[in-house]
């Protein structure tokens, strides 16, 4: 399975923008980049995937490099709300249900 | 939607005792997970079934863990007998066709 690196912890000023690391060198070219978080006591949520092309929705942006051995979560404007432990997670192509989540990065958003 | 629904949200229970947890999908979804997360090993799956049927069980730690899905809204988890090891926190998510996983606030599990 393609395994993932993330920073164990990231600090982030409410109001800017939280850019979350992960490298993923080992990636096929047919598996999809998930990024899931999970705030405290609750359950992970979704927050965006991705194959080749950079995507963004309402919650956040995902940068994929051109060699898709790396991407980077976006947060534009970062609240309070946002401190979690995100995962950066590679789906293989294999078995769509193996989601291998890691440690994650624990996003900590100050005041 | 009200998403997915997990029940009890907590369980406290003594070692021995058979527990029972309880998962409602996702209307629609037709593929169930279970996973269960602890400090030291992190979120881990256990089983998932599609259109009601086990697919793969390779995560269930041992015999005294079992689920079931006897229909396409309800799924359980149960363990007999339950030990302290057990202590938990489980979560249940459901998909659409092996897609998106969306998850359960969970049932944290105690056993003394």
Redesign the interface.
Known sequence: DAKTTQPPSMDCAEGRAANLPCNHSTISGNEYVYWYRQIHSQGPQYIIHGLKNNETNEMASLIITEDRKSSTLILPHATLRDTAVYYCIVRPSYNFNKFYFGSGTKLNVKP | DAG?IQSPRHEVTEMGQEVTLRCKPISGHN?L?WYRQTMMR??E?LI?FNNNVP??DSGMPEDRFSAKMPNASFSTLKIQPSEPRDSAVY?C?SSLR?D???????TRLSVL
Do not use: E, H, R
């Open positions: 997915v593929s997970f992190g979120l799956l998932y697919i793969d979560f998510a092996l998106t996983q969306y998850f359960g606030a969970g």
